[in-house]
Nanobody
Framework: QVQLVESGGGLVQAGGSLRLSCAASRGILSINAMAWYRQAPGKQRELVAVYITGGSTNYADSVKGRFTISRDNAKNTVYLQMNSLKPEDTAVYYC?????????????WGQGTQVTVSS
């Protein structure tokens, strides 16, 4: 089991920055991948960024060059630095942890944090 708690959302003007944090209840080195997803009203949840234990990262095309995912293993925390924010980035952002071995993938989710970008 993994509990995830997000923080850092809020209201920001277009062009501004926010940093989201996700604190995990257990050591993130034991978690295969940590990711950020977002869901805008009336849209499906989409992957924003993922950090795979071992160091590789991947980003949605819409955020490449603007968002950066990072992690602090000592604090069991993953971050999403969001720069040059656009109104279309407005969504609820969810932290996700994926735990898998030889069996099924287990997904754990945080409660979500609202990000609103005004034009």
């Amino acid at each position: 089991q993994v509990q995830l708690v997000e923080s850092g959302g809020g209201l920001v003007q277009a062009g501004g920055s926010l940093r989201l944090s996700c604190a995990a209840s257990r050591g993130i080195l034991s978690i295969n991948a940590m990711a950020w997803y977002r869901q805008a009203p009336g849209k499906q949840r989409e992957l924003v960024a993922v950090y795979i234990t071992g160091g590789s990262t991947n980003y949605a095309d819409s955020v490449k060059g603007r968002f950066t995912i990072s992690r602090d293993n000592a604090k069991n925390t993953v971050y999403l630095q969001m720069n040059s924010l656009k109104p279309e980035d407005t969504a609820v952002y969810y932290c996700n942890a994926k735990v898998y071995g030889l069996g099924p993938i287990y997904d754990y989710w945080g409660q979500g944090t609202q990000v609103t970008v005004s034009s």
